[in-house]
């Protein structure tokens, strides 16, 4: 049986590529593609939750009179609210851009070897996933007081009030959230593609 130099050097064939990562371990091809595919799936599904979330709040309002006075409740009436649309905003906007940079690279079949771009990626994905958490734990405590209210800062409920603006502004919060998680399954998937290019692989070699 007749050994090629590639292959003892460690080097696949050129019809079967693989990707290394660890010491002297092998990703093949096929878990590369389902991982590139959960990518994928993870960045269109934050960018599908994100626009979502910002557009329930952007549409919210509601209109009451109250002692005679008209008061309508909008998005912008709390600033918390404004922060959620302007970072589920940011958040759709990058998504949509890697799920495109993701969508070429499986049509294509470009390996991530380049660590300086798998350092951006992985650096651009932790600061949005720490951007859209903490934007939605903002939003997540206005919320509860505006449902509640606080006693011990004498902060009365006004969701008794506005219910149909806050029945609408808590699914906008819950599109967040699921937002937010699929942000950190991407930051995890970011820091295996950078972290996998590291190591003492002998195939590297």
Known sequence: MSHGGGADNGVSPGNVPVCYYGA?????EALERR???AELFMRCAACGLAVLAAALLGADRQTR??????????FTDMQSLVFLVIANGMAACY???QGARCLVSILTGGVLINRPMAWAIFSCDQV???FTISAMAVAMEAAMIGKYGSQ???WMKTCHLYKRFCAQAGGAVACAVAASLSMVGISLVSAFNLF?????????K
């Open 24 to 28: 002297a371990g092998r990703v093949p």
């Open 196 to 204: 996998r290019l590291y190591g003492s692989g002998k195939g590297r």
């Open 152 to 154: 011990q800062f004498q």
């Open 35 to 37: 991982v590139r595919a």
């Open 65 to 74: 009179t109250i002692f005679a006075v008209e008061k309508t409740a909008r």
């Open 128 to 130: 949005m996933a720490y």
């Open 95 to 97: 998504s949509l851009l």
